[in-house]
């Protein structure tokens, strides 16, 4: 139970992210500004973090020896993710963001292809190129619907070009996130733990978080105070807080498939978070039938597709 407890904790904060950059649009602050301050209140929290842990001079000694992949895959995992999401949030309602974020199941299944397992065989290790996952793939279908249900339905009351800025964006980021984070990964090997590799990594797309911040003070001039405050509690409950809790929950589960497909499936509750704190906060309306319906398909197509995928990993003794 406490691992559950633990996700679904991990959710809360993690939905927190498409409410406050919500809040932040309404109040007319840039975009800009949202994405870029996240990721620099951030270096120091993580700083801390990785330091109580010990292994920040590791982490170091790991960015020197391939610096260039680090600023490239840091770039794209990153900057290519978080920037678009915050552009998404001028253009739609926080839980709408929340819910079409999930289709990252389905980029990440796409993107299985470009990349290599060790295999070991009688003959010795062999690379294996990754094969996409088509019964999990299968049930993506499910939040696919949900997506698209929900999007017609925002449609009626925006127009289109407004309705295809608030997905494209969020397009872009599904695919670059799976693909930064695993090229890293890649590039890391087993060498870091995750808290090591997002602080690197948060490090390395500095350049592109300057220059965007350096964009929002030109077009839009400083941030206001609320903010820089809304923007560091982002830094604080997605950054730190929904990580922590995300990877201890994963850790008390490790090597139980069956668990471990539970606990990711806890994730799917960012959806109804997102739209509960919008109400709440923003005094937003229910969302229509036609989106609750479209809401609730997503769910129960991440619930599914987690514990089909691990299902099979079981049976094949992964």
């Known amino acids: 139970m406490r691992p559950i407890i633990l996700g679904v904790l991990a959710a809360f904060f993690f939905a927190a992210t498409f409410v406050l950059n919500r809040m932040m649009e309404i109040e007319g602050g840039s975009w800009m500004w949202s994405a870029s301050l996240r990721y620099l209140f ?56 929340a819910s079409t974020w999930q289709i990252t199941i389905i980029s990440g299944s796409l993107l299985a292809p470009l990349f290599y397992r060790t295999v070991h ?109 809304q923007s560091g509690l982002v830094a604080l409950f997605s950054g730190v807080f929904a990580t922590v809790l995300f990877f201890a929950a994963t850790d008390l589960v490790r090597g139980d498939m069956q668990k471990l497909g539970a606990v990711e499936a806890t994730q799917s509750m960012e959806v109804l978070f997102a739209v509960a704190g919008e109400m709440v906060l923003l005094s937003a309306p229910l969302p229509a039938p036609v989106s609750i319906t479209g809401m609730l398909l997503i769910v129960i197509g991440m619930i599914l597709h987690s514990y089909v995928s691990h299902a099979k990993k079981m049976s094949s003794g992964a």
């Open 121 to 229: 065989t009688a003959h010795g290790p062999m690379q294996v190129r990754g094969e996409i996952p088509y019964r999990g793939l299968a049930m993506s279908m499910i939040i696919l619907a949900g997506v698209a249900l929900m999007q017609i339905e925002h449609a009626r009351e925006l127009s289109w070009q407004a309705a295809l800025f608030s997905i494209l964006p969020i397009i872009l980021a599904s695919f670059a996130y799976p693909l930064g984070n695993r090229k890293m990964m890649d590039v890391c090997s087993e060498r870091l733990d995750a808290y090591q590799r997002v602080l690197g990594m948060t490090i390395a797309s500095l350049p592109f978080w300057l220059l965007l911040s350096g964009a929002a003070l030109y077009t839009d001039g400083w941030p206001s105070q609320n903010q820089v405050i």
């Open 42 to 97: 951030m270096i120091p929290l993580l700083v801390l973090l990785v330091a109580g842990r010990k292994g920040l001079g590791q982490m170091l000694g790991e960015m020197k020896k391939n610096p260039a992949a680090w600023l490239v895959w840091s770039f794209v995992g990153f900057g290519l993710f978080y920037a678009p999401l915050c552009l998404a949030a001028a253009y739609g309602p926080g839980w709408l963001i």
